[in-house]
């Protein structure tokens, strides 16, 4: 999808000032389209429906619990009602969470998991089959993380094992959809580390990435709209995958993430080795 004037675009979790869904929001109302923001906080929602309003763009704020159905149903609702159509879907909402594997607490497990996979799930029932019906050519996006897909952070067992979860969902979409001969796409987006506010306060993510560093890992601290640029870019190529790679960070960063870029590949390379050889994890595994 090459022109993106007037099209719809819905993105989840997309109030917060500092978030990849917002700069998303931003980064598609620029391109000319509608959007449709939704959050669970309206106060934040409201702030960056005034925000894009003032710009100039067409907006419509709909406050949204993802981790409800029927909730993300409305949203569905009233999206048609106001445009008739939607074009681009972007499940973003997420959630931080650790998870203890040694007790006998589950209440994070089911406030990360209700958020990053039933929250795509709900958008996935309540918008895909109304966009296949359109018709036109679509985009249903999904968050993920490379701490589940690419290598595995052990340490937080309830996010990385939910963002893992996503893939698996959204490679399922996919075959769906091809055996359906639909014209949408389904995309799966890996951020890498970003200045967000995901673990409360967004200067925590220089402590992250630090922690992480001194872990081995290379990691590269990424800006939300560094990462709005890359959702843009494949809703553009129509790539499966919504990532950096060494082409796209050149052009757009002069090379800025290109040892992440590395250390990423080489985690994908050792799990695979590690499935073919039926050897231990720990070559991926990665942690602070």
């Known amino acids: 999808m090459q022109d993106l004037e007037g099209k719809v675009a819905v993105i989840t979790g997309s109030g917060g000032p500092h978030g990849i869904?917002?700069?998303?929001?931003?980064?598609?109302a620029g391109q000319g389209c509608k959007v449709v923001l939704s959050d669970i906080d309206a106060t934040a929602l409201a702030d960056a429906v005034e925000e894009l309003r003032a710009l100039g763009h067409d907006v419509l704020g709909v406050p949204t619990n993802v981790a409800d159905f029927d909730s993300v149903r409305q949203l569905a609702d009233a999206a048609y009602e106001r445009y008739g159509q939607v074009d681009i879907l972007y499940l973003n909402a997420g959630v931080a969470g650790g998870g203890g594997l040694f007790d006998d607490e589950t209440s994070d497990w089911r406030r990360v998991y209700d958020i990053n996979l039933f929250g795509i799930l709900h958008g996935i029932k309540a918008f895909a089959p109304r966009m296949i019906a359109q018709g036109t050519p679509g985009h249903i996006l999904a968050a993920s993380s490379g701490s589940g897909?690419?290598?595995?952070?052990?340490?937080?067992?309830?996010?990385?094992?939910?963002?893992?979860?996503?893939?698996?969902l959204m490679e399922c979409l996919h075959g769906q959809l091809r055996d359906k001969q639909s014209l949408i796409k389904a995309h799966v987006a890996l951020p890498p580390l970003t200045k967000t506010n995901l673990a409360g306060d967004r200067d925590i993510m220089t402590f992250v990435q630090q922690g992480l560093e001194a872990?081995?890992?290379?990691?590269?601290?990424?800006?939300?709209?560094?990462?709005?640029?890359?959702?843009?870019?494949?809703?553009?190529?129509?790539?499966?995958w919504a990532h950096h790679d060494h082409e796209a960070d050149k052009r757009l960063y002069d090379g800025r993430f290109a040892a992440d870029i590395d250390w990423q590949d080489e985690m994908i390379r050792r799990r695979a080795t590690a499935i073919i050889d039926r050897s231990d994890p720990d070559p991926y595994l990665w942690g602070m």
């Open 21 to 28: 869904g917002r700069a998303t929001a931003r980064a598609f």
């Open 215 to 240: 872990g081995g890992v290379a990691v590269v601290l990424a800006e939300p709209e560094e990462v709005a640029t890359t959702i843009l870019e494949t809703v553009r190529s129509g790539n499966f």
């Open 149 to 168: 897909a690419v290598g595995v952070m052990y340490q937080t067992p309830a996010y990385s094992t939910s963002k893992q979860a996503v893939c698996t």
